[in-house]
């Protein structure tokens, strides 16, 4: 089955940065090759919300809310997703999760939409205070 487990969440103040990575994993046989991996974050009694995606050639996309203060990337080889925050905000606090989707092969669908995604990593706190 597809694994995907997050790291790197924590606390921090407003204006200073953290990084997240995903570690994911993809059994050889049964499933497709390329997929479309992303950021999304909720706060209790919140929708999930889709923060950036990187589709298998490395284009990123992002939410409005974190255009310009956050930088996902991947590497295929060592199967890693990152998710560098800067200048965060007291908003930008929440259970951060990594999840990927084989839904449009090696492109993501926009905007992101929990509903294109069945492989989710179990979250990992992010909390920034003002």
């Known amino acids: 089955q597809v694994r995907l487990v997050e790291s790197g969440g924590g606390s921090v103040q407003a204006g200073g940065s953290l990084t997240l990575s995903c570690l994911y994993s993809?059994?050889?046989?049964?499933?497709?090759?390329?997929?479309?991996l992303g950021w999304f974050r909720q706060v209790l009694g919140k929708v999930r919300e889709g923060v950036a995606q990187v589709d298998e050639f490395g284009a990123a996309t992002y939410a409005d809310s974190v255009e310009g203060r956050f930088t996902a990337s991947r590497d295929n080889t060592k199967t890693t997703l990152d998710l560098h925050m800067n200048d965060l905000k007291p908003e930008d606090t929440g259970i951060y999760y990594c999840?990927?989707?084989?839904?449009?092969?090696?492109?993501?669908?926009?905007?992101?939409?929990?509903?294109?995604?069945?492989?989710w990593g179990q979250g990992i706190q992010v909390t920034v205070s003002s």
């Open positions: 993809i059994p050889t046989k049964g499933y497709p090759r390329s997929a479309c």
């Open positions: 999840a990927l989707s084989f839904d449009n092969g090696a492109k993501c669908v926009t905007p992101a939409e929990t509903r294109f995604y069945g492989n």
